[in-house]
C-alpha cells in the first residue's frame, strides 16, 4: 500500500461513540464480530444519537434480537425498548 493513504474499515465503531467504549480501545472491536457487546452496550448506557446509529449499522431483527437475549438490560430497559421496537411484553427468564 503505498504511504499515505489510509484505508476506511467500516466495521470500526466511530469516535464518535468513544464516550460508551472508555474501557476498550475502539480499533480493537469490529463492529460485527462483536456485534452483541456493541449492541448490548450502546443500548445500556446509549444516548439517541448512538441509537440512531444503531439503528443505521444493524438490522432491525438484529437489535431486537439483542434487545430479548441480553444480560445487561434491566426489565426496564427492555420494556422501554419494547416500546420504540414494537416486541411483545414477555420478558427472559433470566433478565435482572
Known amino acids: 500500500m503505498p504511504i499515505g493513504i489510509i484505508t476506511a474499515n467500516m466495521n470500526l465503531v466511530p469516535l464518535t461513540l468513544k464516550k460508551f467504549f472508555w474501557d476498550v480501545e475502539l480499533d480493537t472491536i469490529d463492529t460485527q464480530k462483536h456485534s452483541s457487546y456493541v449492541i448490548d452496550r450502546l443500548l445500556k448506557i446509549g444516548d439517541i444519537s448512538s441509537w440512531r446509529w444503531l439503528i443505521k449499522n444493524y438490522s432491525s431483527n438484529q437489535i431486537k434480537l439483542r434487545i430479548l437475549r441480553s ?20 420478558y427472559p427468564k433470566y433478565t435482572k
Open 71 to 90: 444480560k445487561q438490560l434491566t426489565k426496564k430497559d427492555i420494556s422501554f425498548f419494547s416500546l420504540i421496537f414494537d416486541l411483545p411484553k414477555k
